[in-house]
């Protein structure tokens, strides 16, 4: 059962680099490491996606180790709009495809 | 090309009724996944539909029910209303079944639910 843990909160400053790190030791061989951002009562919109090594698009950074057991969203430059839930996420496929949310991280940018 | 759209955004209810909820997904996405946020609970997953037929079911009562019409539109129901079913419904739109390679799941606005 693929499950991810989070910091549950992070605090950090504008302009600053923001790294918020994720666990998921079971992750499995086909599963793909997704983040998600979340404002106040809006749907998660997605942000990035990877399966191993480094990821890059517009707006952020992930990383991944060799051995898949944790990922790093990087969030470069930060501002105050950047204060939200993150959410890490994996392909549940021990429960059928179903994908788990964990209780995401509270990332709050302060001016 | 259009996003996730839910209908509707707000609804007000009381106990012992029953409501439904519709999603409509990005064109060409054919699973439809409903998701149940609360400030307790987090977001949980509730079904996913994929071609009309019901894929996956998370943990919840059969009070909780969906469906999915042939063009990829979906409905959930929930009967008998209790105070705790007050939430954000979120309904999310991929491709082909959610979880499955890379495939990402699109999020609706949501429609918030409140049960008096």
């Known amino acids: 059962l693929a499950k991810t843990t989070q910091p549950i909160s992070m605090d950090s400053y504008e302009g600053q680099e923001v790294n918020i790190t994720c666990s998921h030791n079971?992750?499995?061989?086909?599963?793909?490491i997704t983040w998600y951002q979340q404002f106040p009562s809006q749907g998660p919109r997605f942000i990035i996606q990877g399966y191993k090594t480094k990821v890059t698009n517009e707006v952020a950074s992930l990383f991944i180790p060799a051995d898949r057991k944790s990922s790093t969203l990087s969030l470069p430059r930060v501002s105050l709009s950047d204060t939200a839930v993150y959410y890490c996420?994996?392909?549940?496929?021990?429960?059928?495809?179903?994908?788990?949310f964990g209780g995401g991280t509270r990332l709050m940018v302060k001016p | 090309k259009a996003g996730v759209t839910q209908t509707p955004r707000y609804l007000i209810k009381t106990r012992g009724q029953q409501v439904t909820l519709s999603c409509s997904p990005i064109?060409?996405?054919?699973?439809v996944s409903w998701y149940q946020q609360t400030p307790g609970q987090g977001l949980q997953f509730l079904f996913e539909?994929?071609?009309?037929?019901?894929?996956n079911k998370g943990n919840f009562p059969g009070r909780f029910s969906g469906r999915q019409f042939s063009n990829s539109r979906s409905e959930m129901n929930v009967s008998t209303l209790e105070l705790g079913d007050s939430a954000l419904y979120l309904c999310a739109s991929s491709l082909e079944l959610a979880g499955v390679g890379s495939d990402t799941q699109y999020f609706g606005p949501g429609t918030r639910l409140t049960v008096l």
């Open positions: 996420l994996v392909g549940d496929y021990a429960a059928g495809n179903m994908l788990t």
């Open positions: 539909y994929f071609s009309e037929t019901q894929r």
């Open positions: 064109s060409g996405h054919r699973s």
């Open positions: 079971n992750i499995a061989t086909n599963d793909y």
